[in-house]
């Protein structure tokens, strides 16, 4: 399986992971082309070949109307001279660009996972925050350039270390904080971090929100013939070197991946609570979530409720369901699953598009409509659900 491992070992900047993943790709002036096509106003992003420790790598500069941002503490990126921009300003941006769509919702997403953060730190709603260290132009040049790499290589797997944060303050447009800063604090919530070693800022918000976005695990590598590795250099100078790198290669996960089931039994609640606290899971993100009939000592009737997450939303699912449920104790099994690899297109029809979801894998392939479109056109066009599935797999 085609697999991304990245070394945080020197922590993660919006800037350095993009240069070590531009290594990776065969045509670099592509890329440039692209990035530069956008339509960001004012910027522009080229590379230099730079230096560290005597390990040769790569450094992105993202120029905004000819001046580079001029805010780097210790390699990495803080945003604090060009204007304040809100949440809705910079999804509009987004959407602007000519980005293939995919890449503009995986940005969208990460900066999400900023302005969540940044709205529990400062107490206001996500709308009502202004970006004062990720949110001018320089920062979504490195979002979106990250975002755009990534498709590029299209990697089925990506792990990366446990990330270095730092240690000290770091100096930011509300005052002197502690590293790690208290945005990037949160949005590491449930990734495995530790500092102490190095004096400075070493993950920023902008490299947090790529890694718990695009991160499926984080750990020691996986077993991996790698075929290219890429470094991404940072500005300053330490006795250790610093980039964060990006190895690509082939690992034997196939397609599985770490997940983790949360089992409660429970005896003392209704169906529709049940059913209740099943939708609040998965409205939070839950991977699966189901009840099965047990019966318990006594021989009392009950129900196993059984959450199935990412191993890094283990401690927020337990919440909701000590929240939402009568159970005082819940059990933790760690799993590996197969999936399908699946992606959605649109089957026509005599009576209009119908969205389908196509699974690969295994040497099987399988395709199911969505049951909302299939339901929506045999009541509009009075004809049975089957004569659509029908249409749709003839």
């Not at 790690?180 to 920023?204: D, F, N, R, S």
């Not at 991946?257 to 993100?285: P, R, S």
């Not at 690969?360 to 909302?372: I, R």
């Amino acid at each position: 399986m085609k697999s991304l491992y990245i070394d945080c070992s020197m922590g993660a900047a919006g800037d350095m992971l993009m240069a070590a993943l531009l290594e990776l790709i065969p045509d670099q002036e592509q890329f440039l082309s692209k990035m530069n096509a956008l339509g960001i106003p004012g910027v522009r992003v080229n590379v230099e070949k730079k230096n560290t420790c005597g390990i040769s790598g790569s450094h992105v500069h993202v120029i905004i109307d000819g001046e580079e941002e001029g805010g780097h503490h210790h390699g990495h990126e803080h945003h604090h001279h060009h204007h304040h921009s809100g949440l809705a300003d910079i999804r509009s941006l987004i959407q602007s660009l000519t980005l293939p769509q995919q890449v503009k919702e995986d940005a969208l997403a990460v900066y999400g996972l900023i302005a969540e953060a940044e709205s529990q730190v400062h107490g206001q709603t996500m709308e009502q925050i202004h970006f004062h260290e990720v949110g001018t132009l320089d920062a979504v040049a490195d979002v979106v350039g990250n975002c755009l790499l990534l498709h590029m290589i299209g990697a089925d797997y990506i792990g990366a270390s446990p990330v270095h944060v730092g240690s000290g303050t770091v100096k930011c447009a509300h005052g002197i904080l502690p590293v790690p800063a208290p945005a990037t604090a949160l949005i590491l919530q449930g990734i495995p971090v530790y500092g102490g070693e190095i004096k400075g800022e070493l993950c920023t918000p902008t490299g947090a929100a790529l890694l718990k976005y695009f991160v499926n695990d984080f750990g020691p590598m996986p077993l991996m013939s790698v075929t290219k590795t890429g470094y991404g250099v940072g500005t300053k100078e330490f006795e250790r070197a610093n980039y964060v790198r990006v190895m690509a290669g082939e690992t034997d996960k196939k397609d599985r991946d770490q997940v983790c089931e949360l089992a409660a039994n429970i005896d003392d609640m209704t169906a529709e609570e049940i059913g209740y606290a099943i939708e609040v899971l998965m409205e939070k993100g839950a991977l699966d979530v189901y009840a099965e009939n047990i019966v318990m000592k006594k021989s009392r009737p009950a129900v196993k409720l059984v959450c199935m997450c990412r191993t890094e939303n283990k401690d927020q699912m337990a919440a909701l369901m000590f929240q939402h449920t009568t159970t005082i104790g819940i059990r933790e099994y760690q799993c590996e699953r197969y999936t399908l690899n699946r992606h959605f297109e649109q089957r026509k029809t005599p009576w209009g598009d119908v969205n389908v979801k196509v699974c690969e894998g295994y040497g099987v392939k399988k395709v199911k409509a969505e049951f909302d479109d299939l339901a929506v056109m045999a009541t509009r066009n009075q004809i049975s659900i089957s004569t659509v599935k029908k249409e749709i797999h003839e």
